[in-house]
């Protein structure tokens, strides 16, 4: 039995916590135990809520779901032994964490919000290992929860984690700039869900590149200088920065 102890239950942590609890029906995974600041018991988890750092049960791997800048902190709280300690970090060195033995990085390339529960079948669990053994048990922790896992160095990581802001918050941030603007027309915004869905789908089908439409790539200037002039000051330069960036891309110019 691999016995798993998650520290931290932010968006990340709290979802690790609820798809490890559940593995226990159908694999050798068992989550012993979660810990986090407040104290709060998580609903949906069976495994108790341990409130102190220095007392945690014995564990097979200790994974640290804690933000960025505290993890090298968390980690030497914890007591260096045979435990495995991985941490989740997207732009984190694994190397962080090499006052352990064993350490290693378990990383889930995805966006999570508490209110709303992730397909973990269709993330792809990217792991790093300090030893063979390492790697034997983050692989035997992500079998259970996703069928896609690849091996991903912390160069490699910080590089991934980079492109996921641009697929993920800088797209959501355009989203709700969209929506924004709709909102002020007294527009639905509802009524663009199909060309988001599009969007994807084209992303995904012919490649973000290939799929590039509109009045940037078609060097149309005049449709252009129309929305520049619709939009305020901080909004009219991050259109014109991304209409720069995308003619670059394309050959183009203003």
């Not at 102890?5 to 068992?30: E, F, M, P, W």
């Not at 564990?59 to 045979?82: G, K, R």
């Not at 709700?176 to 027309?185: L, N, P, R």
Request: hydrophobic share 40%; aromatic share 6%; net charge positive.
């Amino acid at each position: 039995m691999i016995k798993v102890i998650v520290i931290g239950t932010g968006n990340v942590g709290t979802h690790l916590c609820r798809a490890l609890d559940k593995a226990r029906y159908s694999s050798q995974i068992q989550l012993t135990a979660y810990y986090n600041r407040a104290q709060k018991k998580l609903e949906g988890v069976d495994a108790p809520l341990v409130t102190d750092l220095k007392n945690l049960p014995d564990a097979t791997l200790i994974l640290l779901a804690v933000p960025d800048d505290v993890v090298a902190a968390v980690a030497e709280q914890l007591p260096a032994q045979a435990t495995i300690i991985a941490h989740t970090s997207g732009s984190v060195a694994m190397q962080t964490l090499s006052n352990h033995k064993n350490h290693g990085v378990f990383y889930l390339p995805q966006s999570f919000s508490i209110s709303r529960t992730p397909n973990f079948g269709e993330i792809t669990i990217c792991l790093e290992s300090s030893n063979d053994y390492v790697n034997s048990v983050l692989e035997m922790v992500a079998v259970p929860l996703s069928r896609k896992r690849a091996q991903i160095n912390s160069k490699q990581r910080k590089k991934l984690h980079l492109a996921a802001v641009y697929i993920n918050n800088f797209v959501n941030h355009c989203y709700t700039k969209a929506s924004e603007i709709m909102d002020e027309a007294a527009i639905d915004s509802h009524l663009l869900d199909a060309l988001m869905r599009e969007t994807y789908d084209k992303a995904i089908d012919l490649s973000p590149k290939n799929a590039q439409t509109g009045p940037a790539v078609r060097n149309d200037s005049k449709t252009i200088e129309t929305h520049l002039q619709m939009l305020d000051k901080e909004d009219r330069d991050m259109y014109r920065s991304i209409t720069k960036s995308i003619q670059k891309t394309h050959g183009k110019k203003l």
